[in-house]
């Protein structure tokens, strides 16, 4: 089993979570050559790697330390810790400078934003006025983030102006990935992968029709 890709800013590379080992640990793909390294390997869980916008390091959630908290690794070995929390991290996003990343927290029950630098620090919460939030995605341009929130049985897509604190639900569905204009988000719908519009609201289907689809990733 194979989950949580990320497709490296330039496209030639993809990192995810793989279960070839028995373990959740983190492989890196070259897709020109198709050559594959079992990149993070620590005991215990190695989960949701992203690539930073130089495509030189991911961040990840590992667990070896009891739970899981944010790390970043290079390509070429060496994991940084960053956080030392008592709830588990994860789903980090970079900012498009590659100074910070937002991730996901469940320190307060219900998973939370939070802000740190890509040095360390102690995470700062992100307002969004939403109980429940997970999945968060930088735009490039770096104004705006989208993430899921629950909602009843299901997920929304929710949009937040980083500049003025303003958040709106723009449509059902799960995992937003922005693309590279910082305009339109994909997101996936049960067996659905869609193209929204995010200025029109106007979504277009990408892919269907192949059993549950989730977890979309998009080069910039």
Not at 26 to 53: A, C, E, H, Q, W
Request: with cysteine.
């Amino acid at each position: 089993m194979s989950v949580s890709p990320s497709l490296s800013p330039n496209g030639r590379r993809l990192a995810y979570t793989g279960y070839q080992a028995g373990y959740a640990d983190i492989y890196v793909i070259d897709l020109t050559t198709g050559s594959r390294v079992r990149l993070v390997k620590f005991p215990g869980s190695n989960l949701g790697p992203r690539f930073s916008p130089d495509g030189n390091q991911l961040a990840c959630s590992i667990s070896k330390d009891g739970n899981p908290e944010l790390y970043v690794v290079g390509l070429g070995g060496g994991a940084r810790r960053l956080t030392h929390t008592r709830g588990a991290e994860s789903s980090p996003t970079w900012s498009p400078n590659g100074s910070e990343i937002i991730y996901s927290n469940d320190d307060t029950g219900e998973p939370q934003l939070y802000r740190i630098s890509a040095g360390g620090g102690t995470g700062r919460l992100v307002p969004t006025g939403y109980g429940y939030c997970t999945e968060p995605s930088w735009s490039p341009d770096g104004q705006r983030l989208a993430f899921n929130v629950r909602s009843g049985g299901g997920f929304s897509v929710a949009v937040l102006d980083l500049s003025n604190g303003g958040t709106r639900i723009v449509t059902q569905g799960e995992n937003p990935v922005w693309g590279a204009d910082s305009r339109h988000l994909i997101y996936s719908t049960g067996s659905t992968i869609s193209l929204l519009d995010v200025p029109t609201g106007k979504s277009i289907p990408v892919v269907s029709g192949l059993g549950k689809v989730t977890e979309p990733t998009w080069s910039r």
